[in-house]
C-alpha cells in the first residue's frame, strides 16, 4: 500500500456551457493576422505636424542638424496654417517655434547666406513668443507654456542686448508662481535668473573671432549672490538637498570666477560639508633652508595623515547629480589652494579627484546633463561642464598643481605630456550631446577643448624653460602659435605667447629681446592682468639685474663684491619696483614671492631684505616650487657671506642642488650614458660657484679651490654657448 496516497481529483461541479467550452488563445492568436487586422485611425494633421520636430531632431554635431531644423520649421508653420486649431496644439506650435527659432539664431544660420531658409527667423520668433503668450493667457489650463515661454522671452532679450527687460521678465516671473506649480518650473525661472547676472552676452557661433566678451559687473555679481541666497531659502524651506547643494556650487563658482578669493574658503567649506568631504588639517613644512625636501605629508579624508593612501578609501558618489557636483568642487578646491600656494591642501583634493575619474565616474553623466529628482512632478535638468572637459581640464589642473620641475620625471612634464597625447586621441572620437543641443553649444564647447590644449602647451613651455630644455621650448611654442592660429585664438594668447618668449630671451641672455617683449606682453594684456604684472614684474628684476651688473665694484682680494641694488638703480627703475610690487600682492602665489623679492632688492636695509626674502621663501616652500626657491636660496646666502659664512655654505649648497635638479635626465638602462648632460641652471650654477671660489679662498682649501675653478670654467664655456644662441634667436613678432 502507498503510505502517501495522491489526493483525488476535484471534481467539475459548474454546467459544460458553451463559454467554459471555448478554447484559451494562444499566444501567437493574440496577434492579429494581416486578414483581419483592424484599421488604425489616422492621426490628425495638426497632431503630426506639431510632433514631427521631436522625431526629426538631431544633435548639432549631426551632419542633417541644419535640415531638421528646417523642416521642423516648415512642418510648424503648416500646422499653424490649419484652421479651428484647438488651444493647446496652436500654444504648443507657437512655444516650438519659438524654441527652433532660438536654435537657428544661436547656431548663426539667420546670418549665413548659405542658409536662405532662415531669413527673418528673428521677426518669426517674437512672434511666436507673443502669440504663445496671448493663448496661455486665456486658457488657465496652459499655464506651464506661459512659464516656459516667458524663459525663451527673456533668453531672446538677452540676445538681443536687452538685458534690464530680460531680467525683469524672470523677476515678473519669480513673483507669478502660485503653490501649485511644479518645483522644476520655480527652480529653472530661478536658475535662469542667476545665469542672466552671471554670463555675458552671448557670441554668435558663426563668428567664431568674437571669443572675448565683457566681464559682468560688479553690481551683477552681488545681485546674483543674492539669487542664489533666495533659491537656497527656498529649497531649504522645500526640503529639497540636492538644490541646496547646487546653490552652495553656484555661489563657489560665482566667487572664483569673480576673482573673490576672500570668500572662496568659506564658500568651499561650505560645499565640502554638504558633500561630506574632511580633510584633515595640513602638516607642517619643512625647514626651507634645508635641502631639496620631499612632498610634504598631505592630510587624508578621515583624519589620516599619511599620504599613501588608496583611491578605495576616497568617498565615492552613486548619484549622478553628487558626482558630477563633487567633482567641480574638487577642481575648484584645487585650483584654489594652487592659488594660494598651499600645496599641502591642494594634494589630497587632486588625489580624491583622480580617485573618482579613475573609478569611471564621468561616465554616469556622458552627455553632461544631470537631473535632480523631486517626489512631485518633472526632474530638474541641469546643464552641467561637459565630461570631456572635465576629463582633459584634470590633466591640465594637475600639472598646474605640481609646480615642483626638479627631478628626473617631474610630475609637471608628466601630467602635461600625457595630457597633451589625451587630447590628440579625444579629439578624434565623436562628440557626445544631447539632441536638444544647438550649434552655440558645440562651438563652445569646442572651444574649451581647443583652449586646454593651448593652456596645456603653455604649461609644457615654462616647464622647459624652467629645466633649461630649449630646444623643447622653442617647439613647443611654434606648436603653441600654429593652434592658436589654426582656432583663431592668436588674439586672446598673444600676451601670454610673447610673456614666454620674454621668459625664453631672459634664460638665453638675450636682454635687449626679452626687455622688448616683457613690454609688448604687458600691453597687449592691459598691465592689470596676471600676465601683465608677471611681464612687469619681469622687466623690473631684467632693469634691476642690469644696474646691479653695470655697478659691480673691481675684482679684490676677498674676490668680486658687490654693491647694494640701491646704489646702481636708476629713479625710473625705483618707481616700477614700487608700482609692480604693489600690484603683486594678492595675485597668487608665485606673483606674491616676486613682489617680496622685488621689495627686498629694492630695500635700503638689511634687515627688511632679509625678511621679504623670508616671507617669499616660506610661499614658495608652501607651494614646493622649487624652481622660485632656488633664486631665494642664492639671494638669502648672499647676507650670510661675511657674517655666517657656514650658515651661507648650506644653503648654497641646497641652491646648487636645486640648480643642478632643473635638467636632470631620465637615466638610460644598461648603465649606457644618457644622450646629452644634466647641465640644469647653468647661470645659478656658475653664480653659486663663485661664491663657493670666495669662502674657500678665505678659508684657504687649495684642494676645493683648484676643483671649483675648474668646474666654473667649464660653466662660463656652456653659458657662453647659451648667450651665443641667445642672439641667433628670431622674433615671431618681426
Known amino acids: 500500500m502507498d503510505d502517501n496516497p495522491r489526493p483525488p481529483k476535484r471534481f467539475r461541479v459548474e454546467h459544460d456551457t458553451e463559454e467554459n467550452l471555448q478554447p484559451v488563445a494562444s499566444s501567437s492568436s493574440l496577434i492579429p493576422s494581416s486578414s483581419s487586422q483592424v484599421p488604425l485611425a489616422p492621426i490628425p494633421p495638426q497632431v503630426l505636424l506639431v510632433s514631427l520636430p521631436g522625431i526629426l531632431v538631431h544633435p548639432p554635431n549631426h551632419r542633417y542638424h541644419a535640415l531638421s531644423l528646417c523642416v521642423s520649421q516648415h512642418s510648424l508653420r503648416q500646422c ?123 557670441t554668435p557661433a558663426s563668428n567664431p573671432t568674437l571669443l572675448s566678451s565683457p566681464q559682468p559687473q560688479s553690481q551683477d555679481i552681488h545681485a546674483a549672490l543674492d539669487a542664489v541666497a533666495t533659491l537656497q531659502a527656498l529649497a531649504i524651506r522645500n526640503m529639497h538637498p540636492h538644490v541646496v547643494l547646487l546653490t552652495h556650487v553656484l555661489r563657489l563658482r560665482i566667487c572664483v570666477a569673480a576673482g573673490m578669493w576672500n570668500q572662496v574658503q568659506d564658500a568651499l567649506t561650505a560645499c565640502e560639508a554638504v558633500l561630506g568631504l574632511s580633510y584633515a588639517p595640513a602638516g607642517q613644512v619643512a625647514n626651507p633652508s634645508s635641502q631639496s625636501q620631499s612632498q610634504t605629508q598631505s592630510a587624508q579624508p578621515s ?152 593652456d596645456i602647451l603653455c604649461e609644457l613651455i615654462g616647464t622647459s624653460i624652467q629645466r633649461s630644455e630649449f630646444d623643447a621650448a622653442e617647439t613647443h611654442l611654434n606648436l603653441l602659435i600654429a593652434h592658436t592660429r589654426t582656432y583663431s585664438l592668436f ?121 621679504h626674502l623670508k616671507h617669499a621663501l616660506g610661499i614658495v616652500s608652501r607651494a614646493q616650487d622649487n624652481h622660485l626657491r632656488a633664486l631665494l636660496l642664492a639671494l638669502i646666502s648672499t647676507h650670510y657671506l661675511h657674517t655666517a659664512p657656514d650658515h651661507a655654505q648650506t644653503t648654497l649648497i641646497a641652491c646648487e642642488q636645486l640648480a643642478a635638479g632643473l635638467g636632470a635626465v631620465v637615466k638610460v638602462e644598461d648603465g649606457a650614458q644618457p644622450l646629452n648632460d644634466a647641465v640644469g641652471n647653468a647661470p645659478l650654477r656658475l653664480w653659486v660657484g663663485e661664491r663657493f671660489l670666495e669662502l674657500f679662498k678665505r678659508s684657504g682649501k687649495d684642494a676645493k679651490i683648484q676643483k671649483q675653478t675648474t668646474a666654473n670654467a667649464e660653466l662660463e664655456n656652456i653659458i657662453a654657448r647659451i648667450n651665443q644662441r641667445g642672439l641667433a634667436l628670431r622674433s615671431v613678432f618681426s
Open 80 to 202: 499653424l496654417n490649419l484652421k479651428a486649431l484647438n488651444p493647446d496644439v496652436e500654444c504648443r506650435a507657437w512655444t516650438a517655434l519659438a524654441e527652433i527659432g532660438m536654435k537657428v539664431i544661436e547656431g548663426g544660420f539667420s546670418e549665413n547666406d548659405e542658409h536662405p531658409w532662415a531669413k527673418g527667423v528673428e521677426l518669426e520668433v517674437e512672434k511666436a513668443i507673443g502669440k504663445g503668450l496671448l493663448i496661455s493667457q486665456k486658457h488657465p489650463s496652459l499655464r506651464a507654456f506661459r512659464h516656459h515661454l516667458n524663459l525663451l522671452n527673456a533668453q531672446f532679450s538677452q540676445w538681443q542686448h536687452n538685458f534690464k527687460y530680460a531680467r525683469s521678465i524672470l523677476r515678473r516671473l519669480l513673483t507669478s508662481f502660485i503653490p501649485s506649480d511644479p518645483f522644476q518650473t520655480v527652480y529653472s525661472a530661478h536658475l535662469a535668473l542667476i545665469s542672466q547676472l552671471v554670463t555675458p552676452p552671448p
Open 491 to 611: 588674439p586672446s594668447y598673444a600676451s601670454r605667447i610673447t610673456l614666454h618668449h620674454a621668459h625664453l630671451a631672459h634664460a638665453l641672455g638675450n636682454t635687449t629681446r626679452a626687455m622688448q617683449c616683457y613690454r609688448v606682453a604687458a600691453d597687449l594684456d592691459g598691465g592689470s592682468g596676471f600676465i601683465g604684472v608677471a611681464a612687469r614684474a619681469g622687466e623690473v628684476l631684467l632693469r634691476i639685474g642690469i644696474n646691479v651688473q653695470q655697478a659691480v665694484l673691481p675684482q679684490t682680494d676677498m674676490g668680486r663684491e658687490e654693491q647694494g641694488p640701491e646704489s646702481g638703480m636708476d629713479e625710473e627703475t625705483k618707481s616700477m619696483a614700487v608700482d609692480v610690487s604693489k600690484k603683486c600682492r594678492g595675485m597668487g602665489g608665485n606673483l606674491e614671492a616676486v613682489g617680496q623679492i622685488i621689495e627686498a632688492a629694492t630695500a635700503t636695509e638689511i634687515l627688511k631684505s632679509k625678511n
Open 303 to 454: 583624519g589620516r595623515t599619511n599620504s599613501n593612501v588608496s583611491p578605495q578609501e576616497f568617498i565615492s558618489f552613486e548619484d549622478p547629480f553628487e558626482v558630477s557636483m563633487a567633482i567641480h568642487v574638487l577642481i575648484i578646491g584645487v585650483t584654489f589652494y594652487t592659488h594660494a600656494a598651499q600645496h599641502s591642501e591642494a594634494s589630497p583634493r587632486l588625489s580624491h579627484l583622480h580617485a573618482l575619474l579613475d573609478s569611471g565616474a564621468l561616465e554616469k553623466f556622458p552627455y553632461g546633463i544631470v537631473e535632480i529628482a523631486f517626489s512631485t512632478g518633472p526632474p530638474l535638468a541641469i546643464h552641467s561642464t561637459h565630461p570631456r572637459v572635465l576629463y582633459l581640464l584634470t590633466f591640465l589642473l594637475s600639472s598646474a598643481a605640481k609646480r615642483d620641475p626638479v627631478g628626473r620625471k617631474p610630475k609637471r612634464k608628466i601630467f602635461a605630456t600625457e595630457g597633451l597625447a589625451v587630447w590628440e586621441r579625444e579629439v578624434m572620437r565623436e562628440m557626445m550631446l544631447p539632441a536638444w543641443a544647438g550649434v552655440g553649444d558645440a562651438f563652445e564647447l569646442e572651444q574649451r577643448v581647443v583652449r586646454i590644449k593651448a
